[in-house]
């Protein structure tokens, strides 16, 4: 049985690694790049291909309403979005929208809502009620 070291001399998987960056002879001289495929160049996140100029082109042709990159608002559940775009309408990203406000109709505890009754001089409804039933009890 032949041991591993006597395997590794012809073998390029065995092979060192004395640069890093070189993974293969064959892709390194021919400039390929074997995770891309023959048409990598199109396609993918690092090149200048977009379908966005066909699929343009496209919904003009059939009167279709425009794309949705557009228009700034996205709406999502019960939030609201705006594109923030940078510089072209194909590149944006996505930012909630800010409050302006934080109105509620409940009392939050800074501020007596009574307190403009109380400095009126004017009868109250409770007042009013006390004062008949004292005049009541003044009559018998």
């Not at 705006?82 to 409050?99: F, Q, S």
């Amino acid at each position: 049985m032949t041991t591993y070291d006597e395997l590794a001399q012809d073998s390029l998987k065995a092979g060192s690694m004395e640069n890093g960056l070189q993974y293969s002879a064959i892709y390194w001289e021919s400039n390929a790049t074997p995770w891309r495929g023959f048409f990598g160049g199109f396609y993918g996140e690092k090149n200048k291909w977009s379908w966005s100029l066909v699929d343009d082109r496209i919904r003009a042709r059939l009167g279709l309403g425009t794309d949705v990159r557009n228009t700034p608002f996205v709406f999502y559940g019960s939030e609201t979005y705006m594109r923030e775009y940078k510089g072209d309408k194909d590149i944006y990203d996505i930012v909630p929208t800010k409050k302006r406000f934080n109105f509620s109709f409940f009392p939050t505890g800074t501020r007596d809502v009574y307190a403009a009754e109380k400095r009126t001089t004017k009868m109250h409804g409770a007042d009013a009620f006390n004062e008949i039933l004292t005049s009541a009890f003044k009559v018998d």
